[in-house]
């Protein structure tokens, strides 16, 4: 029988890699509605109990952490900001070097 915080792995999307002992700390914020659409432009695996996107919403980008814990769930958000500051950030958080 599977524990309360396993879930199936869609096995399509990347696994985040355990940070590197140096990684770089994103800074995030609680999620606050700023647009009516925002685009996944792409994500990582949800068999963890944190996972992420990478946003779009109106020419800003923004990477979404969802922690699924002790029945709770909380989304934060990085900063929004221009596509080539936070896909810097992704490419940190997909290879270990930023969490």
């Keep these: 029988m599977p524990k309360p ?3 199936p792995c869609c096995q399509i999307a990347v696994h985040v890699p ?3 002992p140096d990684h770089a700390v994103i800074k995030w914020y609680p999620s606050s509605p700023r647009a009516v659409r925002v685009r ?3 994500y990582t695996c949800a ?3 944190t996972f992420y996107e990478l946003c779009q919403s109106g020419g800003q980008y923004f990477i979404r952490r969802t922690r699924r814990f002790r029945q ?3 989304i934060e958000e ?4 221009t596509q ?3 896909l810097a950030i992704w490419s940190s958080l997909l290879d ?3 969490r």
């Design 5 to 7: 915080l396993d879930w």
């Design 40 to 42: 996944v432009r792409d």
């Design 78 to 81: 990085s900063l929004w900001n």
């Design 47 to 49: 068999c963890k109990p």
């Design 84 to 86: 080539a500051s936070v």
């Design 72 to 74: 709770k769930v909380v």
């Design 18 to 20: 355990d940070p590197q």
């Design 96 to 98: 270990g070097t930023g």
